[in-house]
């Protein structure tokens, strides 16, 4: 279980945070915390590994306390959640560290996203002794990514739903991956449109004694 504290000094904002990340299977909100210097006392004390935080917060802001947990040395990661969308904050943030960048305001979709890839990379790297060459390039190089995807797909959604499919490990309904990756099958059935058509997945119609055939969809290399 993934451990998360929420800074964040707007009670609404907060509150909607944290019903976003009781709805995301493994994680569990530790704490939440209405300005910087309370979040520090909390890592000093609480184990914790992932911390949400808006960057302008009363007194110290959210890249200054990212600046302090690195001299600090805590073994723990950072998201922003902020409205500062100018380049020189964004710039900043990933120098120091920041696994990903949430600007205000952003749909549920987004930060699902975020933090499935987050837990991606957790299971992949940071809960191994050791890592393979394919781990190190999907989970911090994003090549798998980079192809040259259809118009209309994004590359980012893609690497959330082939997660999705990864942690279901088994053959699955576009029902299914729609409640495990917290998507629409409407999008959802562009994306396995093109892994079936890429040769990641194959597709078959089984058929119940009622209704319409259902798609059940197999990863290529389970077959």
């Known amino acids: 279980m993934i451990k998360v504290l929420i800074v ?31 979040a520090l006392s909390v890592l000093e004390t609480e184990d914790i590994d992932l911390v949400l935080v808006d960057i302008f917060m009363p007194g110290m802001n959210g890249l200054e306390m990212l600046t302090k947990i690195r001299e600090a040395g805590h073994g723990v990661d950072v998201i922003m959640v902020t409205a500062a969308r100018d380049t020189v904050s964004v710039k900043k943030a990933l120098r120091l560290g920041a696994v990903d960048y949430l600007i205000k305001p952003f749909e549920f979709e987004r930060l699902n996203m975020a933090l499935q890839q987050y837990k991606a990379r957790v299971d992949a790297i940071h809960r191994r002794d050791t890592v393979c060459q394919r781990d190190i390039d999907a989970q911090i190089l994003d090549r798998p990514a980079r192809c040259n995807l259809p118009k209309g797909l994004d590359k980012n959604t893609l690497q959330m739903i082939k997660t999705a499919i990864d942690t279901i490990a088994a053959p699955f309904t576009i029902e299914e991956l729609a409640k495990q990756a917290g998507i629409s099958r409407v999008t959802l059935r562009k994306y396995l449109d093109h892994l079936v058509a890429s040769g990641m997945l194959t597709v078959e119609l089984v058929y119940g004694s009622i209704g319409r055939p259902v798609s059940r969809y197999l990863p290529h290399q389970a077959e």
């Open 8 to 38: 964040e000094d707007d009670p609404m904002v907060a509150e909607l945070n944290r019903r976003y990340l009781a709805n995301i299977e493994g994680f569990r909100l530790q704490g939440i915390a209405d300005n910087c210097n309370q």
